[in-house]
């Protein structure tokens, strides 16, 4: 009879070719697909990189402006907070600035779509001005939150 330990080496034997989904997808997010983009978008000028991305602007508005019922909000803000701490767990995992500074990219990506989605949101359905006082105190709040918003895109740099 097999000890329990000797079954467990000959896994982790058989295993250690195999990169594990977790080591797939950070190679895939760090290393192959900004030297994709480079190999590609080198050949561009800056007029035409200016059209790529406004195009891919303009893409993306359904993400932002298409309002899906409560269940699919929900299902949505839990696979972003999955995708969020699998990606932090990736970069615990692997030590090099290079991996880090793409990881972070991406995770401000993510941000910045959602930040727009609430933008989108609150600008279009719940500022209220059914009176004088609630609508001052609407833009103030309202104004607040933008605020906010703006100091996510341009921080203060303290001395």
Not at 18 to 46: G, I, M, Y
């Amino acid at each position: 009879m097999v000890s329990p330990s000797k079954v467990r080496a000959q896994r982790r034997w058989i295993r250690a070719g195999v990169p594990s989904n977790s080591e797939w997808l950070a190679t895939l997010l760090v290393d192959r697909l900004p030297q994709t983009f480079d190999h590609v978008l080198k050949w561009l000028n800056r007029r035409q990189l200016v059209i790529l991305l406004g195009s891919l602007l303009i893409m993306c508005l359904p993400l932002v402006t298409v309002r899906p019922s409560i269940w699919q909000q929900g299902l949505i803000a839990v696979l972003l907070i999955l995708v969020g701490r699998a990606v932090l767990q990736m970069e615990d995992r692997r030590s090099d600035n290079h991996s880090s500074e793409y990881l972070h990219l991406f995770l401000i990506v993510l941000s910045v779509v959602t930040t727009m989605r609430y933008f989108y949101y609150r600008t279009s359905y719940t500022l209220n001005f059914d009176g004088v006082v609630n609508g001052l105190f609407c833009l103030l709040l309202y104004a607040a939150e933008m605020y906010a918003i703006a100091l996510l895109c341009w921080p203060i740099s303290r001395p």
